[in-house]
C-alpha cells in the first residue's frame, strides 16, 4: 500500500508505474493507490494483475499525463512472449479519484481513465479533458461504471470533436477467459453504468457516450452484451446531439435524463456488415 495518514496537503509524487518495464511471471496483485497527488506521468499499470485499489488520488497538475491506464500493454507483452501466462487485470477498483488533464494536442494525457479486463468498478471519479476520451475501456466482463462526473472536452482543435466522455467497445464475439492467450477476442459482457454525470456545458463533443463496435468498417466486430445503462444524467455542450450510441444484444437503458429538462438521444446504431445478426438487439429502452 502506497497512501497517506493524518491531516495536511497530499504527499507529491511523480508517477505510479505497476509492472512497468518488467517481464516475468511475478505480476503484482493486491496494491493500494490512495491519498496521493500524482504530478508527472500518472499511474500506468501496463499488464496483469489483480485486486487493485486507486483511491482519492489527484491528477491534476497542468502539463502532467493526468491518467490512469489499466493494463496498456498487455497485448503487446502476450503477442511477444507466447510462454508467459498473462491474464487480465481483474478486481480493479477506481474510486473518487480527480483527474483533470489539459487540451493543447499533445498527449498528456491521451486518455484520461482506460482500461480492459475482469471485475471493474469505476466508482466517484471526476475526470475530463484529455486528447481523445474521458474513459475508455477496450473490453469490460461483469464491470460497473457508476457515480462518476465524466465530463469530455477532448482536444478538436476548432469545431466538433469525435470523442467521448465514456466509449465501451470490445475485443471481438468471443468468451471471457482470465487467461489472455485463451482468449483475446472477447466480448464485452455484464456492464452496468449507472448514476453518472456525463458531458459537461463545454463538452465539444456531438455524441457524449458510445457502446459498440469502434466503427462499422468490415471486420470490425465488437461485440456488446447484457448492458444496462440508467439514471444517467447527461449534459450538453455546444454540438451534442446525441447523448449515447449504442449498438450490441440485450441492452437495456431506463431512468436517463439530459440535465436540461430535454428527452435523451439514445440512438441505436448500425453495425459492420460482417458483425453476426444476433449480436444487434434486442434493445429495451425506457
Do not use: C
Not at 159 to 172: C, V
Amino acid at each position: 500500500m502506497i497512501g497517506a495518514y493524518g491531516s495536511g496537503a497530499k504527499p507529491r509524487v511523480p508517477s505510479v508505474f505497476i509492472n512497468a518495464g518488467r517481464l516475468g511471471t511475478g505480476f503484482a496483485d493486491d496494491v493500494t493507490v490512495m491519498d496521493l497527488s500524482i504530478t508527472n506521468e500518472g499511474i500506468y499499470h501496463s499488464d496483469s494483475g489483480s485486486r487493485y485499489l486507486f483511491y482519492r488520488n489527484d491528477l491534476v497538475t497542468p502539463g502532467g499525463n493526468n491518467r490512469i491506464d489499466i493494463g496498456g500493454a498487455l497485448d503487446f507483452y502476450g503477442e511477444r512472449n507466447p510462454s508467459i501466462p498473462f491474464y487480465y487485470p481483474r478486481e480493479i477498483f477506481i474510486v473518487e479519484n480527480n483527474i483533470l488533464g489539459q487540451v493543447n494536442n499533445t498527449q498528456r494525457p491521451f486518455l484520461n481513465i482506460s482500461g480492459q479486463g475482469s471485475r471493474f468498478a469505476v466508482l466517484g471519479n471526476d475526470a475530463s479533458r484529455a486528447e481523445e476520451h474521458t474513459s475508455r475501456f477496450f473490453s469490460l466482463h461483469k464491470s460497473v461504471i457508476s457515480h462518476n462526473a465524466l465530463r469530455g472536452q477532448a482536444y478538436s482543435g476548432s469545431g466538433p470533436s469525435i470523442r467521448h466522455a465514456l466509449k465501451i467497445h470490445s475485443r471481438g464475439l468471443g468468451t471471457y477467459n482470465d487467461l489472455w492467450h485463451v482468449s483475446n477476442r472477447w466480448a464485452t459482457s455484464q456492464v452496468i453504468i449507472a448514476d453518472n454525470i456525463l458531458g459537461d456545458p463545454a463538452d465539444n463533443g456531438s455524441w457524449t457516450a458510445a457502446a459498440g463496435p469502434q466503427n462499422r468498417d468490415p471486420g470490425t466486430d465488437e461485440g456488446i452484451e447484457d448492458l444496462i445503462v440508467e439514471r444517467n444524467t447527461f449534459i450538453r455542450g455546444p454540438y451534442t446531439n446525441t447523448e449515447m450510441y449504442l449498438v450490441g444484444r440485450r441492452v437495456t437503458a431506463r431512468g436517463n435524463v439530459r440535465a436540461d429538462g430535454g428527452r435523451p438521444n439514445l440512438s441505436i446504431g448500425t453495425p459492420p456488415v460482417t458483425m453476426p445478426a444476433e449480436w444487434h438487439g434486442p434493445y429495451f429502452l425506457q
